[in-house]
Structures are given as C-alpha cells and as structure tokens.
C-alpha cells in the first residue's frame, strides 16, 4: 500500500541542503529530524523529507520514490539529454544557490569565442552539458571528465580549460584561472513529475507549492505606506519599484489628500524615500514583509 504522505527530496549535504531545510521552515512546516539526519518528517502536514545526494534528486523524483524535488537547476540540465527526458516539471526557482556553469582557462589565455576551445582538452563534471554547448558551436574539443576538483586539472597538465561552477570566483581565482564564458545560469529549483498525486494529497501538494510560492514572493519584498496628495498618485506609482496598483483610501477631513499602500517586489533604497517625498509624500513608511500569498 502507498504511503499517504508526500515526500520530498532534497540535498543531504552541501551548499544546497541548508537552504532547503529554511525554505520548508519558512513554509510554516515543523520539522522533526529522523535517521541520523537522513530525512525529516513534517509534524504538521503529512510530508517527509527525504535526504540524498544531489545527482540522486531527479531519479528518485523521476521514478515515483519522491513527488518534489529541490535540485540544483545545473544537477537537472546535465540529467537531461537534450530536453528533459525524464519528464521533469520545473515548477519554480527558489532564490537561492545561484551560480553559473562557466568556461575558464589559466590567466593569459586569450579567449575569442568558443572557437578558442577548439582542440583542447576541458574538465569538467559536467561533461553532457559541455557537450551540448560545444556541439551547438560546432567545436571539437576533447572532454575530460572529472568527479571533483576541477580547477587543478591545467595545473596538474590533465586538461587546457576547463567547465565549473562559479559562485563568488574564489576558487577559480586562487587557482589562477579566469572565467570567459556562461554555459549556464542555475539556482535551486523545485521539480515533480507530471503524474497525479492521491486524490487525498492533492490539497497537500498544492499546499507545499503555495507555501513555497510565498515565501519566494516575500523575499525582499516591502510593504510601503504614505500620505501624499492625491495629484502626485500618478508620480508615486512610477516610483515605486516593481509595485503593483497601489492600494488608495482617503485621509479624515482632507479631500486633496489620501493614503497609499504598496508592496513592492524591489529594493527600497534611499533614494526611492526622497523621490517619493519630493512628490509631497509624507509619514513614509517601509515594512518587512515575513508571509505573503
């Protein structure tokens, strides 16, 4: 008999797995650890998470063991050959564990294009991806697999150039290399597969993406609020940035003035505050925003 629980699968380790577990918290799941560490259950709502080693998500998603999966969008594209064969939904990115799969060489190499690659040797762990950006360029490169370290390999005399994961370029950096080229911008994604879930944790599901919807939206997100006069509304709203329709209510006794609501999608910086009191905006007001759907 099926379980009636959902399971999630998620990265036991590494610069994705942390970021999971706060993402299902933030989601108002409470989390009980079981199995040393290797899953988690859900106090209230019946969901587990399940965790396992990166390359490992998207077949255990694939092949029905779990319903959702939080991986690495980089983890997903080297799976798939072409398009994503496994069937994959990718419902949403996440916000976090951003990076991009990129070309680098030592210093001094001089970079022109793909067709600088051609003929040489390049390490990567990624090596279908490479092959694809390398096949869409028509260059002939030789592609050295490797299952970790990458950035030593031109040291070590193993390859010319090589195809990594770039975060911060620490790492390139201290090795002597430089990155030219993006093969691929990733972030942490969630994915399911295209089948239906039990009629009885349908709600659950649609429970799980809602929440996690949420907290995404709220991420950076501001509640504004101000007094203004009402023939600066249409200022104001080109002001505010990545705002939808403000909220408008009038003020007590004042005809020519009203109060403005917003949440905006995009930084409040200074400069915003003293764009939006120079249109006569007053008792300006910015606010976090913990929960939004």
Known sequence: MKSQR??????KSGRLAEKSLDLVRAAGFRLT???????YSVENAPIDLWCVRDDDIPTFVA??????????????????????????????????????????????FVYDGADSLSGLRIATTYPNLL??????????ASIVTMRGAVEVAPRLKLAEAICDLVSTGATL???GLEAFETVLESEAVLVRAPRGFAPELERTAASIVA?????????????????????A???????????????VTPLAGRDDAVAVHAVCQESIFWETLEALKATGASAILVLPIEKMM
């Open 233 to 247: 509304l249409p200022a104001i709203a080109r002001i505010l940035p990545g705002a939808d329709a403000p909220t």
């Open 173 to 175: 950096e201290a090795n």
């Open 33 to 39: 650890m079981s199995a040393g560490e290797l899953a």
């Open 63 to 108: 092949d029905g063991v779990a319903d959702f999966g939080i991986v690495g969008r980089n983890v997903l594209a080297e799976r798939a050959s072409g398009l994503n064969d496994d069937g994959l939904v990718e419902l949403m990115p996440l916000g976090f564990g951003r990076c991009r799969l990129s070309i680098a060489a030592p210093d001094g």
């Open 6 to 11: 959902l399971h999630i699968a998620i990265q």
């Open 131 to 140: 092959r694809r950006f390398l096949e869409a360029r028509r260059v002939e």
């Open 211 to 231: 929440r996690f919807k949420g907290v995404i939206a709220s991420q950076g997100a501001k509640y504004v609020m101000m007094n203004a006069p009402r023939t």
